[in-house]
C-alpha cells in the first residue's frame, strides 16, 4: 500500500496530517485512536474504554460514562510522518466540539460499525465535515461482531451519504473468524495474530472473489478519474501506482472515499488504516491557503514557516493549574516569548510557553510551526474563535461557527454563600465551550443555562461540582407569563386619604381601564410599561387634576403593572384613562395621586375580566422525511400550530408556533422520534392566551 505521491518532496509539511477521527457514539473512534497510538508506539499499553484507561477519554465524567465527551488531541509517528490526530465526541449533545474541531483539520477519518452501517450522528458529523470540505477516507470497524457485513455498510455509505464508496480490501473470515483482509492494491493478504500481521499471498478460496473485486474497484475508479479511465480503455485494466494515485485524487475532491476495514478492539486492520491517512488525506501544503480578511480586504496566507505568523484558537481549556489555548498554526512560526495580536479583541498578548499535546499530557517546546497543532500558556483573553496573528501583520479568520442551545435548566447554589463561586464557575464553562450559554432571568431571577441537549447540560453542571467542590441544584426554569385584561371598568373611583398627624394625603382619582388593540399580537420583550405594552391618557378637563398630579397617577399606575391580581405576573396590553379626579388644598402631593394611581389600578383590575398570556415561539423543525408524521402529532401534542412545510432534499423542514411550557424535554423528544437526526431551532414570537389553567397552576378568569 506504500506509494510515494509526495507532490513537495523538500518540504518537511509533506510529512505532517492532522486528521480527526469521526463517527456515531460507540462506533468505535477512541479504540481506534488507542490502537493508532499503540501500533506507532507511542503507548505501550493498549487502552481499553470499558476499562476507563484510554489516553484520549482521560476526564473523569468520560471514564464513567464510557464515552468521548470533549474532543482531545494526540501525537505520533508513521513511516517518518507526524500525524497529529483529535478525537472527536460521537453523541449529538457534543457535535459543537466537532464542529470546532473539523474547522482546523486537514483530513478526516470516518468509522463506521459494519453491523449497524450509517448510524444517525455519523451522517451529521459526516454532513459537518462537508461543510468544511475536509477531506476522508471510511473505516468499517467490528468486522468481528454477529451481523457484522461489510457491503451492507458499504451500501448504507453509498444510498445515505452519497459518495462514491471505493473499497480496496476485502474480509478474511466472517464475524468471530473474521482475521484479517485481503489489500485488492497490492493482491496480497494481512493476517493479524495478537499484535503481529502477516504479509502474504491471497487464500486460494478467496482469489476468486478477490480478482472480482479489484476488477469493480477498477471500474469504479475509471468512472470518476480520466487518466485511470485512460490506461483502463488502452489496456483494459489500472496498475496499482495508477489506482493509488487515482484514489489520492479522488479522497482530496470528495468525489470517493477510500473504504477499509477492520476490528480496531481486535488490532486487527490498524496499520493498512494509518498507510491509507498518509497516501491519501492531504498534508497543509495540499489544501488551499488559509483565506481571511486584512482591512476588509480578502487575502490568503499559504502554509509556509517563514510567512507571517497567523493561527487559530479552537478550544479553551481552564484548568486548576491555568488557562491552555489550542492552536491550529497554518502559517508562519511562533516561538515562546513572543507577543501575538488577538484580532478580533484587537488586545496583544504574550505566549508564555508552547506545549505539544498528548491528551492530558503535555511536552514544552520552544516554538511551533505553520502546521503545528499545540496548546500556548499565558494568553488570557483569547476564545475560541479568536485569531492570532503577528501584530505587523494582522489577518482576520472565520471563526467556527457556534450552535445555538436548544435546552435550558435553572441552576442555584444550595448554600447562598456559594453563589458567587457558581457565577465563576458557570463563566468558565461558556469560556471553555462556546455553544453553553448562561443568561439571568430579568423577570423570574433564576440563572438558567442553556445547551445543545440534557447530557450536555448534566455534563456541565456534573463539572462545576467536581471541579470547583460546589452543591448545585438544577430544575426547570420557570416560563415568564403575562396578564392582559380582556374586559376593563369603566368610572373606577378611588379615593386616598390619610391622616397622621401633620401634613396628610389626599387624592381623588376615576378610571377607565380597557384592553389595547391587537395586544396579544404586541407584547414583546421590550419590557413593563412600553409605549406597546402600556397606554396612560389625561381626559380631566378643567385644572381638577394638575399635570404634575397627573404623571404622578400614570407612575402609579406603572407600579401596578409589575403584579397582576391572577398570579402576580406582569400585566400587559393595557391601556388606562384618567376621566376625573379632585385635589385638597394642603393634603395632596405627588406622591399622594401616585399612591392612589397604584391603588387604583389594582381595584381596577380586579374588577375587570383577566387573561393569562404565555410566550410563544417560532419552531423550525428539519426532519428525515420518513419522520414527518410522527414529528407533527408531537407538535400538535404540544398545542402547536403548524405554519408551513418545505420539502428539501429528503427532509422536510416544519415551521410552527409552539408555547414555550410544552418545549421542555423536545430536543430529547425530537432525537427519539428521528433517530437523532431531526433539529430544531426558536425564535421568541410573543404571546398568546394560555389555558383556563396554565402549568405553573395559575388559572385565568
Known amino acids: ?86 478525537d472527536t465526541p460521537g453523541h449529538v449533545d457534543f457535535s459543537d466540539e466537532v464542529e470546532r474541531s473539523l474547522r482546523v483539520l486537514d483530513g478526516a477519518i470516518a468509522v463506521f460499525d459494519a453491523v449497524a452501517g450509517v448510524e444517525p450522528q455519523s451522517e451529521s458529523v459526516w454532513r459537518q465535515a462537508d461543510r468544511h470540505r475536509v477531506p476522508r477516507i471510511a473505516f468499517v470497524n467490528k468486522l468481528d461482531r454477529a451481523g457484522a457485513d461489510l457491503d451492507t455498510a458499504v451500501e448504507s455509505i453509498r444510498a445515505r451519504l452519497h459518495p462514491a464508496p471505493l473499497v480496496v480490501q476485502l474480509p478474511i473470515g466472517a464475524e468471530d473468524g473474521f482475521t484479517g483482509v485481503v489489500d485488492l492494491l497490492r493482491m496480497r493478504s494481512l493476517v493479524w495474530a495478537r499484535d503481529t500481521f502477516e504479509d502474504g499471498p491471497v487464500p486460494e478460496t478467496l482469489r476468486e472473489e478477490a480478482h472480482r473485486r479489484r476488477r469493480l474497484l477498477e471500474e469504479a475508479v475509471a468512472e470518476l478519474h480520466p487518466v485511470a479511465l485512460e490506461e483502463f480503455c488502452a489496456q483494459s485494466t489500472v496498475s496499482a501506482q495508477t489506482l493509488a494515485s487515482a484514489l489520492r485524487d479522488l479522497t482530496r475532491t470528495g468525489e470517493g472515499v477510500v473504504v477499509l476495514c477492520g476490528s480496531a478492539y481486535r488490532n486487527c486492520g490498524i496499520e493498512p488504516l494509518l498507510e491509507a491517512a498518509v497516501a491519501y488525506l492531504p498534508s497543509p501544503l495540499d489544501v488551499p491557503a488559509v483565506r481571511g480578511t486584512r482591512g ?43 507577543a501575538v495580536l488577538d484580532v478580533g479583541a484587537r488586545r496583544t498578548e504574550r505566549i508564555g510557553r508552547i506545549l505539544r499535546v498528548q491528551a492530558d499530557h503535555h511536552a514544552e517546546t520552544d516554538r511551533a510551526v505553520a502546521g503545528d497543532i499545540v496548546a500556548v500558556v499565558g494568553l488570557k483573553s483569547a476564545r475560541a474563535g479568536a485569531t492570532l496573528c503577528v501584530p505587523a501583520a494582522p489577518l482576520l479568520l472565520e471563526p467556527p461557527t457556534v450552535a445555538e442551545p436548544v435546552v435550558s435548566v435553572a441552576v442555584e ?163 388606562v384613562t384618567l376621566t376625573d379626579g379632585a385635589t385638597h388644598a394642603k393634603d395632596s402631593s405627588e406622591m399622594a395621586f401616585r399612591t392612589a394611581g397604584r ?32 414529528v407533527l402529532g408531537d407538535l400538535a401534542a404540544r398545542r402547536g400550530r403548524v405554519s408551513g412545510s418545505v420539502a428539501r432534499a429528503g427532509t422536510a423542514v416544519i415551521t410552527a408556533t409552539v408555547p414555550l411550557a410544552e418545549l421542555f424535554g423536545y430536543a430529547t423528544r425530537l432525537r427519539s422520534r428521528t433517530r437523532g437526526r431531526g433539529t430544531f431551532t426558536t425564535r421568541p414570537t410573543g404571546f398568546a392566551p394560555a389555558p383556563s389553567k396554565a402549568p405553573d397552576g395559575t388559572a385565568s378568569r
Open 413 to 575: 447554589a444550595q448554600r447562598r454563600v456559594d453563589t458567587d463561586r457558581l457565577v465563576s464557575a458557570l463563566a468558565r464553562l461558556v469560556e471553555e465551550d462556546p455553544s453553553l450559554a448562561v443568561r439571568t432571568d430579568r423577570e423570574t431571577g433564576q440563572t438558567v443555562l442553556s445547551g445543545l441537549g440534557e447530557l450536555h447540560l448534566e455534563v456541565a453542571v456534573e463539572k462545576i461540582r467536581r471541579a470547583h467542590g460546589l452543591d448545585v441544584g438544577i430544575g426547570r426554569p420557570r416560563v415568564a407569563y403575562r396578564e392582559t385584561v380582556a374586559s376593563g371598568v369603566s368610572g373606577l373611583v378611588y379615593r386616598h386619604v390619610k391622616q397622621d398627624g401633620g401634613a396628610g394625603q389626599f387624592a381623588h382619582v376615576v378610571l377607565d381601564t380597557e384592553p389595547l388593540e391587537s395586544a396579544q399580537d404586541t407584547c414583546g420583550d421590550n419590557g413593563i410599561g412600553s409605549e406597546v405594552d402600556f397606554v396612560f391618557r389625561s381626559t380631566v378637563v378643567g385644572g381638577r387634576v394638575p399635570q404634575e398630579f397627573v404623571r404622578a397617577v400614570e407612575a402609579g399606575c406603572r407600579d401596578a403593572l409589575a403584579e397582576g391580581p391572577l398570579g402576580g405576573h406582569p400585566v400587559t396590553g393595557l391601556r
Open 296 to 338: 476588509g480586504e480578502p487575502q490568503e496566507r499559504a502554509a509556509d514557516p517563514a510567512a507571517p505568523f497567523a493561527a487559530l484558537v479552537f478550544k479553551v481549556n481552564s484548568t486548576a493549574t491555568g488557562r491552555l489555548t489550542y492552536l491550529r498554526v497554518y502559517s508562519g512560526t511562533i516561538e515562546r516569548g513572543e
Open 599 to 630: 391603588l387604583a389600578l389594582r381595584e381596577a383590575l380586579r374588577a375587570g375580566v383577566m387573561v393569562l398570556l404565555e410566550p410563544v415561539v417560532e419552531v423550525t423543525v428539519t426532519v428525515p422525511d420518513d419522520a414527518v408524521g410522527g
Open 1 to 86: 500500500m506504500r506509494t510515494n505521491l509526495n507532490p513537495h518532496p523538500t518540504s518537511p509539511l509533506t510529512g505532517v496530517r492532522n486528521l480527526g477521527i469521526l463517527a456515531h457514539v460507540d462506533a468505535g473512534k477512541t479504540t481506534i485512536t488507542e490502537r493508532i497510538l499503540y501500533v506507532t508506539g507511542s503507548t505501550y499499553k493498549r487502552g481499553e474504554v470499558h476499562d476507563g484507561t484510554t489516553v484520549t477519554d482521560f476526564d473523569s465524567q468520560e471514564r464513567d460514562r464510557g464515552i468521548t465527551i470533549f474532543a482531545a488531541a494526540v501525537s505520533c509517528a508513521w513511516d517518518g510522518h507526524r500525524i497529529n490526530l483529535i
